[in-house]
């Protein structure tokens, strides 16, 4: 079975730009969740999404936003990019609400 | 809010020694606890992962790590090291409905021959 797909793999983007990042969860995963890895430290929640609904969001500033698509497929969109957003953005889906998380390889974006 | 410290940044041991990461939570309910390993360039890989019960859990790669409520403790073990082990660990705690992970900062494990 394919695992979480992410895409793009890497992005380059100047500030104040928008960008867009995908992630198809594993088939079957109705809940998809982003996270954002600054180098040298641990992943931060930025989102989940359960059945199409935002069922938590971590401390992030409205420039990011997200939604999920009737096929579990999930989009991240960070608007008016800054120097701070360059990271490794993860996707990880999950069957439901609980617990167990797939992750994806990550979308490494780098703002300049 | 939960939280998780991991108070080893960087560890060092030889090929087959014994390994023990430590990770600390904090979390005012019954934590939902997790290990992962990731290699560089890649994604986060599930090692492990407790959430009731048996306080030693077994996880893939010969890990394990053991619950200790009265010390807020999940510390990760393998008796013997590899070198294909050498990668960044995290420690994870999470609320019963997930919608909140929170990961400590890493511990980097190097292997040396």
């Known amino acids: 079975d394919a695992g979480v797909t992410q895409s793009p793999t890497h992005l380059i983007k100047t500030r104040g730009q928008h960008v867009t990042l995908r992630c198809s969860p594993i088939?079957?995963?109705?809940?998809v969740s982003w996270y954002q890895q600054v180098l040298g430290q641990g992943p931060q929640f930025i989102f989940q999404y359960y059945e199409k609904e935002e069922r938590g969001r971590g401390n992030f500033p409205d420039r990011f936003s997200a939604r999920q698509f009737p096929n579990y497929s999930s989009e991240l969109n960070v608007n008016a990019l800054l120097l701070g957003d360059s990271a490794l953005y993860l996707c990880a889906s999950s069957s439901g609400t609980g617990l167990e998380q797939y992750f994806g390889p990550g979308t490494r974006l780098t703002v300049t | 809010a939960q939280s998780v410290t991991q108070p080893d940044i960087h560890i060092t041991v030889s090929e087959g020694a014994s390994l023990e990461l430590r990770c600390n939570y904090s979390?005012?309910?019954?934590?939902?606890l997790f290990w992962y390993v990731q290699s560089p360039g890649q994604g986060l890989q599930l090692l492990l992962k407790y959430f009731s019960g048996d306080t030693l859990v077994q996880g893939i790669k010969g890990f394990e790590a053991e619950f200790k409520r009265s010390q807020s403790s999940f510390n990760l073990r393998k008796p013997s090291v590899h070198w294909s082990d050498a990668a960044e660990y995290f420690c994870a705690v999470a609320t019963y409905n997930n919608n909140d992970m929170r990961f400590g900062a890493g511990t980097r494990l190097t292997v040396k021959p």
């Open positions: 088939s079957g995963h109705k809940s």
């Open positions: 979390y005012g309910a019954t934590p939902y």
